[in-house]
């Protein structure tokens, strides 16, 4: 029940905090911060990977060449989209935990601070 | 001991386990927060090994290995859209729906908006989604279970259906999220130990030399270097190239609407825990993947594949299990009994954890969603509210298991397919508008939803799949206008338009109003839901 009840002071009391966080310089660099990253490597990856299924449908000439062996073009780019998830996935976690987790930080004592009061 | 002896004794082993689990789980705490999202004190890597154990279900293990071991490289794009698509979760969803929600996937959606018909909406797709996946999971249990055993007979398949319902609403009423929880780490280690183990005994026998598993492959299977090479099965015709192309879509954008993964993300105490997570999900996932690889062109390489084997007639169900076999020893050896129970006992666990998670997450939504927000207007008491999800999980288990009997003719494939499609059209763009569109609002998401909802299901009911052609549920019939059999290239950007659509032609200004607080919210955790201190 204790939850329930914190939830709700959130809810209402809580409301005019959230203002004052958003308009801060913080906030605002945060959001940049994350959507500059977000945004244009989630359109990255999508298209990456479109670019792997549609060259599996259409551009099988290619896919089908030999690299070494057994091993052709296509097997290599699934590979690589392995890979690719791997790198990206880890980009992000140094991202957020460099830039981001530090201004969330600081937000989120601030509205502790405040609604203490 | 014969296999079959052996295989009974291990899959009783993995229930004995699995209920024992549940039991203990069952007295660490209890109330709302524990029971739906296991107190939010799991840590990042307990989580990720859940969400693992949720993820990889008895269609990727046994699924993808099958399609790799009877289409070749076309099997293969399964597991690169089902790994890509974590991305998604991992960049835009994860970490802010574990700030601006509690328990359920409406509960991002009800912080700005009208409660009772988003509740609604969302809890209405919760259900369909979780009911294709659960269906795709118990037919896979009783199909595998006859095949295992060697007795082709309905009523053994309907008994392990309603064995398996029983176990599920089990684990689900007794140990809520802390129980399932405990059942997807275990599985998600039994499955890593068994699928590394035959990886590793597969690459032995080919000296460790991909080039070497893949000519044997192309070899073994007859059908050389096209084996190898993109379009065995979906290279035929342009409408098969597009039906590739949708599922493609669906795969990678389903995952981050799929209910039951995103209530995972609650069970940890911040939203970074949830990025951490996300990100040991990612390197168990792709490790798994990347031995399916193996496994499959593996299957290919060792076992029989032609039209009457025993791998082809379960439409690659039993690649897996049967490579086990090859690998130990062959049939008739004592190393290949061993193996082949111990991965059909991996496999066993696998569905059950996957149909637990499944069942949670229904049974939640119908509790917090309809029940304690939409009938009783948020006046329900916390232990009527987890009372009714008991409930709740007894009458979404029930419809499962008189469900999937007559469905075990469909193909399991489709079925998470299926699932999937409707996730990315119905889910993902409410989720995504939420988040990121201030001007998003209840008519946008109602719209969504439903549209999203209907246009998936629909379009797959006037598909080859149903009716129409000589693999369909009725083949007599013939109704199908829709060429596709994967709906996505065509209801997930309807479901992104109604939702811009229904958005724009009404005004709701108190959505608009609340996003600042929801955008904060998500993105500093600020009076986000914390763990529960005991």
Do not use: C
């Not at chain 2, 079925?415 to 569109?437: E, K, M, Q, R």
């Amino acid at each position: 029940m204790a939850e329930e009840t914190r939830h709700t002071t959130h809810q209402t009391s809580g409301h005019v905090i959230y203002e004052h966080l958003h308009a801060s310089d913080d906030f605002h660099e945060l959001r940049s911060r994350y959507r500059r990253f977000a945004i244009p490597w989630t359109i990255a990856f999508l298209a990456w990977y479109l670019l792997y299924v549609v060259m599996s449908n259409w551009a099988t000439d290619f896919m089908d060449t030999k690299v070494v062996g057994n091993v052709n073009v296509a097997l290599v780019f699934g590979l690589l989209q392995f890979v690719s998830t791997f790198g990206i996935a880890w980009l992000y976690a140094k991202h957020a935990t460099k830039s981001l987790d530090p201004l969330a930080r600081r937000l989120e004592q601030r509205y502790n601070e405040e609604v203490h009061r | 001991m014969s296999t079959q002896t052996l295989t009974t004794v291990l899959f009783l082993a993995v229930v004995v386990l699995t209920v024992g689990i549940t039991v203990w789980a069952s007295r660490q705490g209890s109330g709302a927060a524990n029971y739906y999202a296991g107190g939010r004190s799991f840590s990042g890597f307990q989580n990720g090994l859940a969400i693992g154990g949720d993820y990889m279900s008895a269609a990727s293990f046994l699924g993808i290995s099958g399609a790799i071991a009877l289409y070749g490289y076309d099997g293969f794009l399964y597991s690169i859209g089902f790994l890509v698509a974590w991305l998604v979760a991992l960049l835009l969803v994860a970490e802010l729906l574990r700030n601006s929600g509690r328990y359920t996937m409406a509960d991002q959606l009800a912080y700005r908006m009208r409660q009772r018909p988003v509740r609604t909406a969302a809890a209405t797709s919760t259900v369909v989604v979780s009911i294709f996946y659960l269906l795709a999971q118990m037919v896979g249990a009783g199909a595998l279970v006859a095949l295992l055993l060697g007795v082709d007979s309905d009523a053994l398949k309907n008994l392990v259906i309603v064995g398996v319902g029983f176990l599920m609403i089990f684990y689900v009423v007794v140990g809520g999220m802390k129980g399932t929880t405990w059942v997807q780490i275990v599985k998600a280690l039994l499955l890593m130990a068994g699928t590394i183990l035959i990886t590793f005994l597969v690459g032995w026998h080919f000296h460790f030399n991909l080039s070497e598993l893949l000519g044997a492959a192309a070899q073994h299977t007859g059908k050389g270097e096209d084996f190898l090479n993109p379009g065995l099965k979906y290279g035929a015709t342009l409408t098969s190239k597009i039906d590739f192309l949708s599922l493609g879509l669906a795969l990678v954008l389903g995952t981050a609407g799929l209910p039951h993964i995103l209530i995972r993300f609650y069970t940890v105490p911040t939203s970074r825990d949830a990025r951490s997570s996300v990100l040991w999900a990612i390197g168990l996932i792709g490790a798994f993947y990347l031995m399916t690889l193996v496994l499959g062109f593996g299957a290919a390489a060792m076992l029989d594949t032609g039209a009457e084997s025993k791998v082809a007639v379960s439409g690659g169900n039993l690649a897996s299990p049967l490579l086990a076999e090859a690998v130990g020893g062959g049939a008739g050896s004592t190393g290949g009994a061993v193996l082949l129970a111990l991965i059909s006992a991996v496999a066993f666990a696998t569905i059950l954890a996957v149909v637990a998670g499944l069942t949670l997450t229904s049974a939640s939504s119908v509790a917090h969603d309809i029940y304690a927000n939409v009938i009783k207007k948020g006046t329900a008491t916390e232990q009527s509210e987890v009372k009714m999800a008991r409930i709740s999980a007894f009458v979404i288990g029930g419809i499962a298991i008189a469900l999937a009997i007559p469905a075990q003719s469909l193909n399991i494939a489709f079925l998470v397919a299926l699932a999937f499609a409707v996730a990315a059209s119905a889910n993902l763009p409410s989720i995504i508008y939420n988040l990121f569109w201030p001007r998003f609002n209840t008519r946008g998401a109602t719209w969504s939803i439903y549209g999203g909802l209907i246009a998936s299901v629909g379009l797959v009911f006037f598909s080859p799949v149903v009716s129409g052609s000589e693999t369909a549920l009725f083949k007599t019939a013939d109704f199908a206008w829709f060429p596709l059999s994967n709906p996505g290239i065509v209801s997930i950007p309807l479901g992104f338009l109604l939702g811009y659509l229904g958005s724009i032609t009404s005004r709701e200004p108190s959505s608009v109003e609340a996003y600042p607080e929801l955008e904060v919210r998500a993105l500093t955790g600020a009076g986000a839901e914390g763990a529960v201190t005991h």
